[in-house]
């Protein structure tokens, strides 16, 4: 203690609405209550208009925002852009956890069928079942035909394994080919970290499951 740029900053000191807006920022992920300290005074110190984008977006994605209806990617619209795209390869379906799996596929370009997202893994020492995920839905578009080819993009991790595995044995009594991406992409890592080029490799390298 004794330092007294932490003391000046200390949430006593502040008016009640920015003390809020502190409290509030701190509770995003990986925002530490410096960092919440820093981005309140940011806000405050930018023009009324930055600082309200900002608000303005946040609610537009609260508003707007929703699942897709056929694959549970983030959509504006009943249907994602991905499912409406006419140009894409609808016998494939890339089977991912998050729509943030799903970016990073799509930031590689070296995918252009469709998707599933899980909106997350089964995870039994969570409580995570199944039946909390939308693979009943997966199933369902698996069995109304059309695709030739499941590729399960579940992270190479314990629980995506396990996830991966649960759901081909689901799909097995479809005539679809399942397959999974290459070990491009090291053990524990996540999609989301992985470059381009690793994705791009893993999609290249698929295997037969
Ligand atoms: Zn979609």
Do not use: W
Not at 131 to 146: C, H, N
Not at 182 to 187: E, L, W
């Amino acid at each position: 203690m004794g330092d007294d740029s932490s003391k000046r900053f200390s949430s006593n000191n502040h008016a009640g609405a920015v003390a809020e807006l502190v409290e509030n920022l701190g509770r995003l992920p990986g925002i530490g209550r410096k960092s919440a300290e820093r981005l309140a005074f940011h806000l405050l110190r930018v023009s009324e208009s930055e600082a309200l984008a900002l608000a303005d977006s946040i609610r537009r994605v609260r508003k707007d925002v929703r699942y897709c209806s056929a694959c549970f990617n983030l959509a504006e619209t009943d249907l994602c852009a991905i499912c409406s795209d006419p140009s894409r390869d609808t016998t494939r379906i890339c089977v991912v956890e998050q729509p943030r799996d799903l970016m990073s596929l799509e930031q590689s370009s070296a995918y252009k069928g469709l998707y599933h997202v899980l909106l997350g893994r089964i995870a039994p020492l969570d409580g995570i079942g199944p039946d909390q995920l939308t693979i009943d839905a997966l199933v369902d578009r698996i069995r109304a035909g059309g695709f030739n080819e499941v590729i399960m993009a579940t992270n190479p991790t314990v629980e995506g394994d396990g996830t991966s595995l649960y759901i081909s044995n689901l799909l097995s009594e479809f005539s679809v080919q399942m397959t999974r991406l290459a070990r491009g992409i090291t053990a524990g890592s996540v999609l989301e970290y992985a470059n381009r080029e690793m994705i791009a490799d893993a999609l290249t390298g698929r295997q037969k499951l």
